[in-house]
């Protein structure tokens, strides 16, 4: 190293050429961090100082060697064409000739960009780093070498050009590159011979990866096709991008077969390399990969459209906030303030939530509008209960109308009319979804959630955990938290920014993280209950209680969760009743044919066990363990398993569900959301306990019940006017989980959009699969979209709204008095008069 830093401190333009690329990458970086639409004045520095040296360096070669440029030394070539490699990649973020590259893709750019210089002083560098650099420098070559061939069809367009301001001489930057890495390793080779074989392996080894993912590609390629064939061979229930999810291996190659096109440059049949573009009906920045360039110029693309595609990728990838639908773009928005806002309740075991969030538009181009989508991931049981959205710098609150009120009156505001809306809507698996639009480089967005949630209870504790979210980027955001405590809260465990600001009020600030939570003993429940509409609500204890229970048929969810050592200890207990598993069909289990089954099934990453093949419910048993990969409900909507479940539940059903795992699939946590499972959870061997004893959980819900299972609650409702001092929240849980029991088996069906679910959302004010959240910008919009003004109901809940509700009876009461009482202050000379008469007559 002393060497070459030596070798620089004689060679001042080169000296100045290393310079020049560390401010070059500094520029770039800087640009790429901070400028996401457009970066056309960091492209023009990089540019410029690229250009620069050119001049320079041809100045310096007629000065010093007249004309003889072609022999100007290597090192100050490679500088040259390094400046010019970077200023390439900027100007590409606005001429987009190929996408932004994955990151394996740019730490090789990077690697090759520095072996190409170090190289360059191979005479000075000792034998063993040499082996290493012309090693880097051989995988360069085939790097330079690909991005040449990429950029083939563009040579001929680019000398027209170079005529103008010689931007177009980018485009020939990477095979001038490979032509100097051969001068490079030529010449060095001729001096060691020993560096020319580091330099072949170098190159080679790129060649040897890409062929082995090319060989899983059509591999994997060829099962997909294989599964989707047999498919429909066996004209099965579930659509055939089930099937492929279900048996597909979770690979490297595999997601980008599913994400080309949707994520992943594809080549074009007709326009050869740069000609496919990435659809844009799926939320992730669009990347190149060449690996997946090269597949799919040698292979045909699988036999699923994009929607399949993007149902495989909710399924076993977690990406269901990607897929949702778009009106805008949002690649430019930044999530740039979190405002948590917490209050517990440990005596109701709940809390309140207030997540206020500010979004930044990051583009340069002012007129630029784009939408904001947000997925929140709520505990179980949670319920959204506020929505407001600042307009002009005025916080909106939401009005509550029904699911396809608020999204006919979105889309028209958004799509056609481009104004400011902001809707919220109740998704499967714990999740909700809010939108926002317009966000503008003008001005930030704000919008406020609030989320009403039961506190987990474990052991004699009680855990909260943050609502996290998926959305604009949060990266580097400054959240504001602050826990504020209604009731004791002892032994209060809080992550360690929180301190102390009054009596049971805690702050603190950081940059956001979307993990955390916060415990506390479990005090006892509260007694005290929240009246309203002539309706009191209370919380109670739940402990589980057991029914006497003796299955005559059980049935065994079998996928790649289960261990070999779980299914014989359960088989050992149950192998004397009818047991059976699903294949394409149910199949009755003997010791014969125990493992084949168990072979076959445990190779799939999940199962959706046909519930609607249990004959006889009251009487069966379903054990299962799953993972959390896996088709939501509204995925399987029109299929003929979805048509067969629909009639089978539309008779209320309660299956016996036995959980040996931590965690359901998306399938099974929606049916027993909608009551359908009497659901009980352990491990192996307390459920053999349970069966040596004939019990199971005994199902405490009812009418004027519901269960809470995970705060170990339950919320009763009674007819009364009493009214004290409980939060409202205990109606809106309430309302939640009995709104999902009465939807149950109609959830396929428009069936349970009925007038008296949405009047029990309504009165609750909160999000559910019925009604959900809007602000308009206008009183006149509510009126055309004909969402009125919600009336006897909760309203929005607030930090403010934690007591009871007048009901009303007491509101008129409250009304006719203080009208009394304005009436007789105003007229006080009536009150003398009244008053001296009085006293006239007496005497």
Same mark, same amino acid.
């Given at each position: 190293?002393?060497?070459?830093?030596?070798?620089?401190?004689?060679?001042?333009?080169?000296?100045?050429?290393?310079?020049?690329?560390?401010?070059?990458?500094?520029?770039?970086?800087?640009?790429?961090?901070?400028?996401?639409?457009?970066?056309?004045?960091?492209?023009?520095?990089?540019?410029?100082?690229?250009?620069?040296?050119?001049?320079?360096?041809?100045?310096?070669?007629?000065?010093?060697?007249?004309?003889?440029?072609?022999?100007?030394?290597?090192?100050?070539?490679?500088?040259?064409?390094?400046?010019?490699?970077?200023?390439?990649?900027?100007?590409?973020?606005?001429?987009?000739?190929?996408?932004?590259?994955?990151?394996?893709?740019?730490?090789?750019?990077?690697?090759?960009?520095?072996?190409?210089?170090?190289?360059?002083?191979?005479?000075?560098?000792?034998?063993?780093?040499?082996?290493?650099?012309?090693?880097?420098?051989?995988?360069?070559?085939?790097?330079?070498?690909?991005?040449?061939?990429?950029?083939?069809?563009?040579?001929?367009?680019?000398?027209?050009?170079?005529?103008?301001?010689?931007?177009?001489?980018?485009?020939?930057?990477?095979?001038?590159?490979?032509?100097?890495?051969?001068?490079?390793?030529?010449?060095?080779?001729?001096?060691?011979?020993?560096?020319?074989?580091?330099?072949?392996?170098?190159?080679?080894?790129?060649?040897?990866?890409?062929?082995?993912?090319?060989?899983?590609?059509?591999?994997?390629?060829?099962?997909?096709?294989?599964?989707?064939?047999?498919?429909?061979?066996?004209?099965?229930?579930?659509?055939?991008?089930?099937?492929?999810?279900?048996?597909?291996?979770?690979?490297?190659?595999?997601?980008?077969?599913?994400?080309?096109?949707?994520?992943?440059?594809?080549?074009?049949?007709?326009?050869?390399?740069?000609?496919?573009?990435?659809?844009?009906?799926?939320?992730?920045?669009?990347?190149?990969?060449?690996?997946?360039?090269?597949?799919?110029?040698?292979?045909?693309?699988?036999?699923?459209?994009?929607?399949?595609?993007?149902?495989?990728?909710?399924?076993?990838?977690?990406?269901?906030?990607?897929?949702?639908?778009?009106?805008?773009?949002?690649?430019?928005?930044?999530?740039?303030?979190?405002?948590?806002?917490?209050?517990?309740?440990?005596?109701?075991?709940?809390?309140?939530?207030?997540?206020?969030?500010?979004?930044?538009?990051?583009?340069?181009?002012?007129?630029?509008?784009?939408?904001?989508?947000?997925?929140?991931?709520?505990?179980?049981?949670?319920?959204?209960?506020?929505?407001?959205?600042?307009?002009?710098?005025?916080?909106?609150?939401?009005?509550?109308?029904?699911?396809?009120?608020?999204?006919?009156?979105?889309?028209?505001?958004?799509?056609?009319?481009?104004?400011?809306?902001?809707?919220?809507?109740?998704?499967?698996?714990?999740?909700?979804?809010?939108?926002?639009?317009?966000?503008?480089?003008?001005?930030?967005?704000?919008?406020?959630?609030?989320?009403?949630?039961?506190?987990?209870?474990?052991?004699?504790?009680?855990?909260?955990?943050?609502?996290?979210?998926?959305?604009?980027?949060?990266?580097?955001?400054?959240?504001?938290?602050?826990?504020?405590?209604?009731?004791?809260?002892?032994?209060?465990?809080?992550?360690?920014?929180?301190?102390?600001?009054?009596?049971?009020?805690?702050?603190?600030?950081?940059?956001?993280?979307?993990?955390?939570?916060?415990?506390?003993?479990?005090?006892?429940?509260?007694?005290?209950?929240?009246?309203?509409?002539?309706?009191?609500?209370?919380?109670?204890?739940?402990?589980?209680?057991?029914?006497?229970?003796?299955?005559?048929?059980?049935?065994?969810?079998?996928?790649?969760?289960?261990?070999?050592?779980?299914?014989?200890?359960?088989?050992?207990?149950?192998?004397?009743?009818?047991?059976?598993?699903?294949?394409?069909?149910?199949?009755?289990?003997?010791?014969?044919?125990?493992?084949?089954?168990?072979?076959?099934?445990?190779?799939?990453?999940?199962?959706?066990?046909?519930?609607?093949?249990?004959?006889?419910?009251?009487?069966?048993?379903?054990?299962?363990?799953?993972?959390?990969?896996?088709?939501?409900?509204?995925?399987?909507?029109?299929?003929?398993?979805?048509?067969?479940?629909?009639?089978?539940?539309?008779?209320?059903?309660?299956?016996?569900?036995?959980?040996?795992?931590?965690?359901?699939?998306?399938?099974?946590?929606?049916?027993?959301?909608?009551? @359908?499972?009497? /659901?009980?959870?352990?491990?192996?061997? *307390? =459920?053999? +306990?349970?069966?040596?004893? %004939?019990?199971?959980? !005994?199902?405490?819900?009812?009418?004027?019940?519901?269960?809470?299972?995970?705060?170990?609650?339950?919320?009763?409702?009674?007819?009364?006017?009493?009214?004290?001092?409980?939060?409202?929240?205990?109606?809106?849980?309430?309302?939640?989980?009995?709104?999902?029991?009465?939807?149950?088996?109609?959830?396929?069906?428009?069936?349970?959009?009925?007038?008296?679910?949405?009047?029990?959302?309504?009165?609750?004010?909160?999000?559910?699969?019925?009604?959900?959240?809007?602000?308009?910008?206008?009183?006149?919009?509510?009126?055309?979209?004909?969402?009125?003004?919600?009336?006897?109901?909760?309203?929005?809940?607030?930090?403010?709204?934690?007591?009871?509700?007048?009901?009303?009876?007491?509101?008129?009461?409250?009304?006719?008095?203080?009208? @009394?009482?304005? /009436?007789?202050?105003?007229?006080?000379? *009536? =009150?003398? +008069?009244?008053?001296?008469? %009085?006293?006239?007559? !007496?005497?």
């Amino acid at each position: 190293m002393k060497k070459i830093l030596s070798h620089l401190k004689q060679q001042p333009l080169l000296l100045t050429g290393f310079l020049l690329i560390i401010v070059s990458v500094i520029v770039f970086a800087i640009a790429d961090q901070y400028s996401r639409q457009t970066s056309s004045g960091s492209f023009f520095v990089n540019y410029a100082m690229s250009a620069g040296y050119l001049i320079a360096l041809g100045i310096n070669g007629i000065i010093n060697r007249k004309w003889r440029f072609a022999r100007e030394r290597t090192p100050n070539i490679v500088v040259l064409l390094v400046l010019w490699f970077i200023s390439a990649f900027a100007l590409n973020r606005e001429m987009n000739v190929f996408d932004s590259s994955v990151t394996w893709l740019s730490v090789w750019i990077v690697l090759s960009g520095i072996a190409l210089m170090v190289a360059s002083f191979y005479e000075v560098l000792p034998k063993a780093l040499n082996r290493i650099i012309f090693f880097l420098l051989g995988s360069a070559f085939t790097l330079f070498t690909y991005y040449a061939i990429y950029l083939l069809p563009l040579y001929a367009l680019s000398i027209v050009g170079i005529i103008a301001i010689g931007v177009s001489l980018h485009t020939y930057v990477p095979l001038c590159l490979a032509i100097m890495t051969i001068v490079l390793v030529t010449s060095a080779s001729r001096q060691y011979k020993s560096l020319l074989y580091p330099a072949i392996c170098g190159a080679t080894l790129p060649l040897v990866v890409c062929a082995c993912f090319l060989v899983a590609w059509g591999t994997t390629n060829k099962k997909i096709n294989t599964l989707v064939n047999q498919n429909v061979l066996n004209e099965a229930k579930l659509p055939a991008w089930v099937a492929v999810s279900q048996q597909i291996e979770n690979s490297f190659w595999t997601e980008r077969i599913l994400k080309t096109g949707l994520v992943y440059t594809e080549v074009s049949n007709k326009n050869f390399f740069w000609g496919g573009m990435p659809s844009q009906s799926f939320d992730e920045p669009k990347q190149h990969d060449p690996l997946v360039v090269i597949a799919t110029l040698l292979f045909k693309e699988p036999n699923l459209g994009d929607n399949e595609r993007i149902k495989i990728l909710r399924s076993m990838y977690n990406a269901r906030h990607q897929a949702q639908e778009r009106l805008w773009s949002g690649d430019n928005l930044e999530t740039v303030s979190v405002i948590s806002n917490v209050k517990l309740f440990p005596q109701y075991r709940m809390a309140y939530t207030e997540k206020t969030l500010t979004v930044k538009n990051r583009s340069d181009w002012q007129w630029n509008k784009q939408e904001a989508i947000y997925t929140f991931h709520l505990s179980e049981g949670s319920v959204v209960s506020s929505l407001s959205l600042w307009i002009d710098g005025k916080e909106e609150k939401s009005r509550l109308t029904t699911n396809a009120k608020a999204d006919s009156a979105y889309h028209e505001v958004v799509g056609v009319e481009s104004h400011d809306p902001s809707v919220v809507h109740w998704q499967e698996g714990n999740t909700v979804s809010v939108r926002v639009f317009p966000c503008t480089p003008v001005e930030n967005r704000r919008f406020k959630i609030g989320i009403t949630s039961p506190l987990t209870k474990q052991g004699d504790r009680l855990f909260y955990n943050n609502a996290s979210f998926d959305g604009p980027t949060a990266a580097g955001a400054l959240e504001t938290m602050q826990v504020t405590c209604d009731g004791n809260a002892a032994s209060l465990d809080l992550p360690s920014e929180l301190k102390p600001i009054s009596p049971g009020v805690y702050q603190g600030d950081r940059n956001y993280q979307p993990d955390w939570q916060l415990s506390c003993k479990a005090p006892a429940l509260s007694t005290t209950t929240f009246a309203f509409a002539d309706t009191a609500y209370q919380v109670k204890n739940y402990v589980e209680q057991y029914e006497s229970f003796t299955p005559e048929v059980i049935y065994l969810d079998i996928n790649g969760s289960w261990s070999a050592a779980e299914l014989d200890s359960i088989w050992a207990m149950v192998k004397n009743k009818p047991v059976y598993a699903h294949t394409d069909t149910l199949v009755r289990l003997s010791n014969e044919n125990l493992h084949e089954v168990y072979n076959a099934l445990s190779k799939q990453t999940f199962s959706l066990f046909p519930v609607n093949e249990i004959a006889n419910p009251g009487n069966a048993l379903l054990i299962s363990e799953s993972t959390d990969a896996a088709p939501n409900l509204n995925d399987l909507e029109g299929s003929e398993f979805a048509k067969d479940l629909t009639g089978y539940l539309k008779t209320p059903k309660q299956i016996r569900l036995y959980n040996i795992g931590h965690q359901l699939t998306p399938y099974l946590k929606a049916l027993k959301e909608l009551r @359908v499972f009497n /659901y009980a959870q352990g491990t192996p061997d *307390s =459920l053999l +306990q349970l069966l040596a004893k %004939h019990q199971f959980v !005994k199902n405490q819900e009812n009418n004027e019940t519901v269960v809470l299972d995970n705060a170990q609650m339950m919320i009763q409702k009674t007819t009364g006017t009493c009214t004290v001092n409980a939060p409202d929240h205990l109606l809106r849980l309430f309302a939640y989980n009995d709104l999902m029991k009465k939807i149950g088996g109609d959830y396929f069906t428009d069936g349970f959009v009925k007038p008296d679910n949405i009047a029990e959302a309504e009165k609750a004010y909160i999000v559910s699969p019925v009604s959900s959240f809007i602000v308009l910008e206008t009183q006149k919009d509510y009126e055309r979209f004909g969402i009125d003004e919600n009336k006897n109901s909760l309203k929005n809940a607030s930090m403010k709204s934690s007591g009871a509700v007048p009901e009303p009876q007491e509101w008129l009461l409250i009304i006719l008095c203080a009208s @009394v009482a304005i /009436y007789l202050l105003v007229n006080k000379k *009536s =009150l003398t +008069q009244i008053s001296k008469s %009085h006293v006239s007559n !007496k005497a």
